[in-house]
């Protein structure tokens, strides 16, 4: 028996100790993964004294906004500071190029207008632009409009041009859920508001099809339009070329849809020898890391939300994830802005397909105490401002959005799975004991409504969608009548927005900050400073956010451990997606890719 507790006691004493180094170890290890990042980035600020020819590699994912992870210095720079620094290159006196790594595989319609956009501005400056496809192998045409504004286009001469169109699907479980005896009841406000239709339909309902079909055709003729504009063809020629998809890469270079067939080698030699002179290559990571985004001026503060709308902090996985938006955190962030000493005006920059009323609420808000203080709120949208989304951006001073932007959906719906008819089939059964009122037990998932619990949800989003339509109304001056023509829950994109009242202007992110200059009444030519709130961490303060050391310990830890040779991680964590009861400003459109 002695030996035996011997034996337990000496076996719980090791676990704990080896918990201990493990904790130990993974701190160090962090400590030194953090401290080669930050290295390898003041490395990489130090760019070629000469002319320079930046390099964009859109096969990577790129997130609409910098990300809250802890890692975030490591990933690729997101849209909005592409396109900003983009606009910085081409007024850069050292920047005499740019080259551009094609995306393959297909990015977000909203993403890839606002490069089209950038790059076109960019050669505008009279600087060259060369791009190179090994492929465009997704049908979906976002890949080519992203890059159809360069001077070249090259294909690898052993690959195709597949690009076709636009396609997307949807999954519907409403006859799988059956099949099991599981009952989904939902409500919606109104017909177009289709988010659960997954749930309780096996196919499209005529009017979630008739949405679907309208914006994927308005994204298709924008698409049509903008790459046409930038390869200077008809847009029915390059309709009817992109339909007869797909090519080889010879028939795309004589049909016009490419310039030139040939390796990436090759084409970098083609962008140096345009560019001229001693020209070398920099990645535009690393041009950002240079400071290229620092300026001087009247500030302009900007506050980022992308992902669905939580109330809280917000705060997702620090591995990774989706990212999502806090009520309190971009409330938080937005009165923070208005009340900082020199702000001129607020970007708040959406890309969301909704979520919680009550957090959207908050945001609205703090939109509307930021405006009472004089401060002018311009909002931009990314590749989806919807439902909640839109909800945050109606009572904006001015809002912009891509004509291919999915918004709208002015609408809410709210209801419950109820598994019990699914546990009986296995012989589990739940009963439920309450007390109080009747309305107690209502968000339980083993019961069904009463029909007064029925009647007293369908009140309470009666209600919601009474506010959001009247928030809507008074944030555009519309009628109620004409809010009640275009709500109804019915997604529209930025184009067709603008048509509807429900967007001031088409464009991306440097059109908000001209919007933003003319309303804070700055002047054109000069500069200004736009400062994100919260502000960017750096590595160490992530660091300690993440473990809740102190930043000098975090750096201590990392100097002590640098000379050891720590292999990069990333850990894939799925975001938790917290089933709460309650009303849901969400709009799960189908993103044409």
Do not use: C
């Given at each position: 028996?002695k030996q035996?507790?011997?034996t337990l006691?000496?076996?719980i004493?090791?676990?704990?100790?080896?918990?201990v180094?493990?904790?130990i170890?993974?701190f160090?290890?962090?400590g030194a993964?953090i401290?080669?990042m930050?290295?390898?980035?003041e490395e990489a600020?130090?760019?070629?004294?000469?002319?320079?020819?930046?390099?964009l590699?859109l096969?990577?994912g790129?997130?609409d906004?910098?990300s809250?992870?802890?890692f975030?210095?490591?990933e690729?720079a997101?849209i909005?500071d592409?396109?900003?620094?983009?606009?910085?290159?081409?007024r850069?006196d050292r920047?005499a190029?740019?080259f551009?790594?094609a995306?393959?595989?297909?990015?977000?319609?909203?993403?890839?207008?606002?490069?089209n956009r950038?790059?076109a501005?960019?050669r505008?400056?009279?600087?060259p632009?060369?791009v190179?496809s090994q492929?465009?192998?997704?049908t979906?045409?976002t890949?080519?409009?992203?890059?159809?504004s360069a001077?070249?286009i090259?294909?690898?001469d052993?690959?195709?041009?597949?690009?076709a169109?636009?396609?997307g699907e949807?999954g519907?479980?409403g006859?799988a859920l059956?099949?099991?005896?599981?009952?989904a009841?939902f409500?919606q406000?109104?017909?177009?508001?289709?988010?659960?239709?997954?749930?309780?339909?096996d196919?499209?309902?005529p009017e979630h099809l008739?949405?679907?079909?309208?914006?994927?055709?308005s994204i298709y003729?924008t698409a049509i339009a903008?790459?046409a504009?930038?390869r200077?063809?008809?847009?029915?020629?390059?309709?009817?070329l992109i339909e007869?998809?797909p090519h080889s890469a010879?028939?795309?270079?004589e049909?016009g849809l490419?310039?030139q067939l040939?390796?990436v080698?090759?084409a970098?030699?083609?962008i140096?020898?345009r560019?001229?002179?001693?020209?070398?290559?920099a990645e535009l990571?690393?041009?950002?890391?240079s400071?290229a985004l620092?300026?001087y001026g009247?500030r302009?503060?900007l506050?980022?939300?992308?992902?669905a709308?939580v109330?809280?902090?917000?705060?997702?996985s620090?591995?990774?994830g989706?990212p999502l938006?806090?009520?309190?955190?971009?409330?938080?962030?937005i009165?923070?802005?208005a009340?900082?000493?020199?702000?001129?005006a607020?970007i708040?920059?959406?890309?969301?397909?909704?979520?919680?009323s009550?957090?959207?609420d908050q945001?609205w808000?703090?939109v509307?105490?930021?405006?009472?203080?004089?401060?002018p709120?311009?909002?931009?949208?990314?590749?989806?401002?919807a439902s909640?989304?839109?909800y945050i951006?109606?009572p904006?001073d001015h809002?912009i959005?891509n004509a291919t932007?999915?918004?709208?959906?002015?609408?809410?719906?709210?209801g419950k799975?109820?598994?019990d008819g699914a546990?009986?089939l296995?012989?589990?059964n739940?009963e439920q004991?309450s007390?109080?009122?009747e309305?107690?037990?209502?968000?339980?998932p083993?019961?069904?409504?009463?029909d007064?619990?029925?009647?007293a949800i369908?009140a309470?989003?009666?209600?919601v969608?009474?506010d959001?339509t009247?928030?809507?109304?008074?944030?555009?001056?519309?009628s109620?009548?004409?809010?009640?023509?275009i709500?109804?829950g019915?997604?529209?994109?930025?184009e067709q927005?603008?048509?509807?009242?429900?967007?001031d202007?088409?464009?991306g992110f440097m059109?908000?900050?001209?919007a933003?200059?003319?309303?804070?009444?700055i002047?054109?030519?000069?500069s200004?400073s736009?400062?994100?709130?919260?502000?960017?961490?750096?590595p160490?303060?992530?660091?300690?956010?993440?473990?809740?050391v102190s930043?000098d310990?975090?750096?201590?830890l990392a100097?002590?451990?640098?000379?050891?040779?720590?292999?990069?991680m990333?850990?894939?964590i799925e975001?938790?997606?917290?089933?709460q009861?309650?009303?849901e400003?969400?709009?799960?459109?189908?993103?044409p890719r």
């Amino acid at each position: 028996m002695k030996q035996f507790f011997i034996t337990l006691f000496g076996s719980i004493l090791g676990v704990i100790i080896g918990s201990v180094l493990a904790i130990i170890l993974l701190f160090i290890v962090l400590g030194a993964f953090i401290a080669a990042m930050t290295a390898d980035a003041e490395e990489a600020a130090g760019l070629p004294s000469g002319r320079l020819v930046l390099e964009l590699d859109l096969r990577e994912g790129r997130l609409d906004q910098q990300s809250r992870s802890p890692f975030a210095f490591a990933e690729p720079a997101p849209i909005v500071d592409v396109v900003r620094l983009l606009d910085r290159a081409g007024r850069d006196d050292r920047v005499a190029g740019l080259f551009v790594r094609a995306n393959e595989f297909g990015m977000s319609p909203a993403q890839a207008e606002e490069l089209n956009r950038a790059i076109a501005a960019f050669r505008e400056t009279g600087r060259p632009v060369i791009v190179h496809s090994q492929g465009f192998n997704s049908t979906s045409v976002t890949t080519y409009l992203a890059v159809a504004s360069a001077d070249e286009i090259w294909l690898q001469d052993t690959a195709s041009f597949a690009t076709a169109g636009l396609a997307g699907e949807v999954g519907f479980f409403g006859a799988a859920l059956d099949r099991f005896e599981i009952d989904a009841d939902f409500i919606q406000f109104l017909e177009y508001k289709n988010a659960p239709n997954a749930y309780t339909e096996d196919g499209f309902t005529p009017e979630h099809l008739e949405a679907t079909l309208s914006y994927f055709g308005s994204i298709y003729d924008t698409a049509i339009a903008n790459a046409a504009a930038g390869r200077t063809l008809d847009a029915a020629r390059l309709q009817t070329l992109i339909e007869q998809a797909p090519h080889s890469a010879e028939a795309a270079r004589e049909s016009g849809l490419v310039d030139q067939l040939g390796h990436v080698a090759a084409a970098r030699a083609a962008i140096l020898e345009r560019a001229g002179g001693n020209a070398e290559f920099a990645e535009l990571e690393d041009y950002r890391l240079s400071g290229a985004l620092n300026a001087y001026g009247p500030r302009i503060a900007l506050v980022e939300g992308q992902g669905a709308i939580v109330t809280g902090d917000g705060v997702s996985s620090p591995f990774g994830g989706n990212p999502l938006i806090g009520g309190d955190a971009m409330a938080e962030a937005i009165t923070n802005a208005a009340e900082a000493n020199g702000t001129r005006a607020i970007i708040v920059r959406i890309d969301s397909p909704g979520g919680s009323s009550i957090a959207s609420d908050q945001i609205w808000d703090a939109v509307r105490r930021a405006q009472d203080d004089g401060i002018p709120v311009v909002v931009s949208m990314g590749a989806a401002a919807a439902s909640g989304g839109y909800y945050i951006a109606a009572p904006a001073d001015h809002i912009i959005a891509n004509a291919t932007t999915l918004t709208g959906s002015i609408g809410v719906y709210g209801g419950k799975i109820n598994l019990d008819g699914a546990f009986g089939l296995i012989g589990i059964n739940f009963e439920q004991v309450s007390v109080g009122g009747e309305f107690a037990g209502a968000y339980s998932p083993n019961e069904s409504w009463t029909d007064s619990q029925r009647a007293a949800i369908e009140a309470e989003l009666g209600n919601v969608y009474e506010d959001f339509t009247e928030r809507v109304a008074e944030g555009r001056d519309l009628s109620r009548e004409r809010v009640a023509e275009i709500a109804r829950g019915r997604v529209w994109t930025g184009e067709q927005a603008l048509e509807r009242g429900l967007v001031d202007e088409i464009g991306g992110f440097m059109e908000a900050v001209d919007a933003a200059r003319r309303l804070a009444g700055i002047n054109a030519g000069q500069s200004v400073s736009i400062q994100r709130f919260p502000r960017e961490r750096t590595p160490f303060e992530a660091f300690q956010e993440l473990f809740g050391v102190s930043a000098d310990s975090a750096q201590s830890l990392a100097r002590l451990n640098a000379i050891m040779e720590a292999p990069e991680m990333r850990a894939l964590i799925e975001a938790r997606q917290a089933a709460q009861p309650g009303q849901e400003l969400r709009s799960p459109v189908i993103q044409p890719r």
